[in-house]
């Protein structure tokens, strides 16, 4: 693994910092965090080194060139025409189809069949066991929350079974049966539009550890590989990925790679709000494991 600079309280390219009034108002970044309940973001303003009362600090990457993503805005913004174009969602998209397209612009996401409510699940001898069924449904905000997810499902009568009762679930528009991914470090990786600062890209410790520690970062998009490596070193547990107490060093390349696929989505000004939480990070390679999407209208 490449050396990466060390974590600091700011980038020395980017000075700036972001200041969050401690207001209980609710805007779309407390909504991709998830985060209930808490004080959160009424405004957003640059900060140039003397903190206001009341108000806690959050370091925020500020960027003023190109992004050099392997992935072309151009073409990206054609695929992602396309692949919205051919989508049944709405305005948000279900899990499924979110993972189609972050597949076809080479992100790694789990095997899958999705299935509809009323359909007959499919021949699966194509995945392999153990799977996952997850419910599908366009009013479902926490599938956790329902009991929408079934786990370590060991051959197809247990599938079977497994769909029968999340179909049992009133809201329930599908069901998701995915390879079981293998356990690996959880993070969070996420985009929105914000009002002020426009498209922000988000990292952080993920699953339920988002809402519990908040130890995230945000960057203002496009990102370069560079910026990306900045962001992740603001996080308290970044110490985590470089391997601790003897657990594997996470795969830094594929999560920068997943950064910069986010952020270049964000640009094309289609999308308003990504949420990839978690990605699971490998010795070697990384896998999507859930994902949520908004698009404009």
Known sequence: ??????????????????VI?????????????????RPCIISLSIHHGQKTKGTQELNIMTNTHASSSAHNNG???????????????????????????????????????????????PCLHNLRYPLVVKVSSSQIASKTEVKGVKLG???????????????LIGSA?????????????????????????????????????????KDVAFGLAPLTRGDASWLIHQVRAYRLLEGYRGSPPADIESLLNTLAAVSDLMVTGLITEIDLNPVALYREGAMILDAKMAVTS
């Open 1 to 18: 693994m490449s050396q990466l600079p060390k974590r600091t309280s700011r980038p020395p390219t980017y000075p700036t910092g972001m």
């Open 21 to 37: 009034p401690n207001y209980p108002i609710k805007t779309p970044l407390h909504d991709i965090m998830e985060i209930k309940g």
């Open 75 to 121: 073409n990206l913004s054609k695929t992602l025409k396309n692949f919205l174009g051919e989508a049944k969602g709405g305005k948000t998209l279900f899990e499924h189809e979110v993972k189609k397209l972050l597949k076809e612009i080479g992100l790694p996401v789990p095997n899958g069949i999705y299935v509809r409510r009323g359909e007959v699940p």
């Open 153 to 167: 499902l060991k051959d197809a009568e247990e599938v079977l079974h497994a769909v029968k009762e999340l179909f």
């Open 173 to 213: 528009e599908g069901v998701l049966i995915e390879e079981m991914a293998p356990q690996g470090l959880e993070v969070i990786v996420g985009g929105i539009i914000d009002n002020q600062f426009g498209p922000v890209v988000m990292f952080g410790l993920g699953g339920v550890f988002v809402e519990l520690y």
